[in-house]
């Protein structure tokens, strides 16, 4: 039983390996760092101030990190969740939905960063993460999610609904350097395609 519970399904590994690769380039090689993140980041802003946006970005985003906290809690997410969701969407399908809310995401953060007229520097896999946590929600509404801060249980469709509430409106206040609106954007997308997929009988929750 606690092999089966610790065991990780193969696209969930590659992209925590790969996500780990990538930080420890751009953690212990500067002159890579400067490259990869000038390169990889999703940049929206004009382009006399260095700002060289290519479509690319919008997946090369994923795989940056800013800090060992920010690598360290996303991939502890994305092995949580992911892991229940991969063996039971299927390696192909769960591929699918978390570049799908990865990127959808980084539409909307972008999207209204552009619109407000602001510059935007964009990394992460929060935004397909979040995707995650909500398509985690869908399937298991009552499954108990055990928070480490505060240490105490919740059903996981409230954690969701509450954890979205609050990324709004944090984003609306424009709180923090935190893209806020990407993690509702990878959640509204995951809803989205989760919807779409259950109305062609894909998948039953």
Not at 43 to 56: D, H, K, L, T, W
Not at 159 to 186: D, K, P
Request: glycine share 10%; hydrophobic share 60%.
């Amino acid at each position: 039983m606690v092999n089966a519970y610790f065991r990780t399904p193969p696209v969930v590994k590659n992209l925590i390996i790969i996500n780990l690769l990538v930080y420890m380039a751009t953690a212990l090689l500067p002159v890579a760092r400067e490259t990869i993140m000038h390169y990889c980041a999703l940049q929206v802003g004009p382009a006399m101030f260095g700002f060289e946006f290519r479509a690319y970005q919008f997946i090369t985003y994923m795989f940056l990190h800013a800090n060992f906290e920010h690598i360290f809690f996303n991939m502890f997410a994305l092995w949580m969740f992911g892991r229940t969701l991969e063996y039971e969407l299927g390696s192909q399908r769960f591929l699918t939905y978390y570049m799908i809310c990865g990127i959808g995401a980084a539409l909307i953060q972008a999207a209204i960063a552009w619109g407000m007229g602001e510059p935007m520097v964009l990394v992460g896999a929060s935004g397909a993460v979040m995707g995650l946590l909500l398509a985690f929600g869908v399937i298991h509404p009552n499954a108990v999610i055990m928070l480490l801060i505060p240490p105490i249980p919740i059903k996981a469709k409230w954690f969701v609904i509450i954890y979205g509430v609050i990324e709004l409106f944090l984003g609306w206040r424009g709180v923090g350097n935190v893209a806020h609106f990407a993690h509702v954007g990878g959640m509204l997308w995951g809803l989205g395609l989760l919807f779409w997929w259950r109305r062609r009988g894909i998948i039953r929750f």
